[in-house]
Nanobody, 115 residues
């Protein structure tokens, strides 16, 4: 599975960004898709995920600010990030789980939030 992420960049605190990630090349169905992030010196952490049937999961730190959505027909997951904070600065990684039980990762996209 190839995961192509886009949409990262620089935003001011309080601003918004939208990330997209398209999956391709899978012989298996994609069950879950989502986003993780890794800030400098920190471990990678879940930001938000969405199953094929719409069940979502969010990190407490982004609840009410970020929204994960998914276009199943396009195998694409989105992350709408509003009210950004400097602590949201990180490399964001797209993640997909296929029905064969494997987990796949995108290349990462940098999000920088200035104060």
């Amino acid at each position: 599975v190839q995961l192509q992420a886009s949409g990262g960049g620089l935003a001011q605190a309080g601003g918004s960004l939208r990330l997209s990630c398209a999956a391709s090349g899978s012989s298996f169905s994609i069950s879950g898709m989502g986003w993780y992030r890794q800030a400098p010196g920190k471990q990678r952490e879940l930001v938000a995920s969405r199953t094929y049937y719409g069940t979502t999961n969010y990190a407490d730190s982004v609840k009410g600010r970020f929204t994960v959505s998914r276009d199943n027909a396009k195998n694409t997951v989105y992350l709408q990030m509003n009210s950004l904070k400097p602590e949201d600065t990180a490399v964001y990684y797209c993640n997909a789980r296929t029905s064969d039980g494997r987990t796949h990762w995108g290349q990462g996209t940098l999000v920088t939030v200035s104060s």
